[in-house]
């Protein structure tokens, strides 16, 4: 089994419509990382939350962690054609920092105008 | 200030040949880290190198795949006697030290034919 789960693995939305992905872990997350992959591509960080109830925005994109620290949540608002990607979260589990990261099986994000 | 620079982009290999993959980290970086993401799976951990030092090498196959990082020059991530199911997209990452966040390369698409 996944140690962490990403759903939806896939999401179409319309331009302007805003959008959720979530990342669960079984396991206490010391630290859950947020990246952006675009086809034939390197990973793209774009956040990084370590504190129970933890937010963090860039632009239209808002990260959170909750209390336990078992899950994240990335919201796209009013999404743009540029938003479209493979959304990967990376957790620390281990403590260890960003050297050993789980990832999720990525969400394919597709924007339609 | 050049980012994590992965080489070659892609590399085609017949079953049984040698693939040697190249990662050269962030200027200042001694830390490196080498993921294998899977057709339609996640990134996964392989290996995590200091200069001249295997620091975790727990997701490394057993057989065929070494990997090092020489004092002067690229991290390399080698497979001997390669097979179909080593066709994988390979990420190298990067970190200055102890790290909270890890930049990572382009990638290096291995095939094997």
């Known amino acids: 089994s996944q140690e962490l789960e990403q759903s939806p693995q896939s999401l179409i939305v319309q331009e302007g419509k805003n959008l959720t992905i979530n990342c669960t872990s079984s396991k206490t997350l010391y630290g859950l990382y947020w990246y952006k992959q675009k086809y034939g591509e390197g990973l793209i960080f774009l956040m990084m939350l370590q504190k129970g109830g933890e937010e963090k925005s860039h632009e239209k994109i808002t990260a959170k962690l909750d209390e336990k620290k078992q899950q994240s949540s990335l919201h796209i608002t009013a999404s743009q054609p540029s938003h479209a990607g493979i959304y990967l979260c990376g957790a620390d589990i281990t403590g260890q920092g960003a050297q050993k990261l789980v990832f999720g099986q990525g969400t394919r994000l597709t924007i339609n105008p | 200030n050049a980012g994590v620079m992965q080489n070659p982009r892609h590399l085609v290999r017949r079953r049984g040949q040698e693939a040697r993959l190249r990662c050269s980290p962030m200027k200042g970086h001694s830390h490196v880290y080498w993921y294998r993401q899977l057709p339609e799976e996640g990134l996964k951990f392989m290996v995590y190198?200091?200069?001249?030092?295997?620091?975790?090498e727990s997701g490394m196959p057993k057989e065929r795949f070494s990997a090092e990082f020489p004092k002067e020059g690229p991290s390399i991530l080698r497979i001997q006697q390669v097979v179909r199911g080593d066709s994988a997209a390979y990420f190298c990452?990067?970190?200055?030290?102890?790290?909270?966040?890890?930049?990572f390369g382009q990638g290096t698409r291995l095939t094997v034919v």
């Open positions: 990452a990067s970190s200055p030290g102890t790290a909270i966040e890890a930049f």
């Open positions: 190198l200091q200069k001249e030092n295997i620091i975790d």
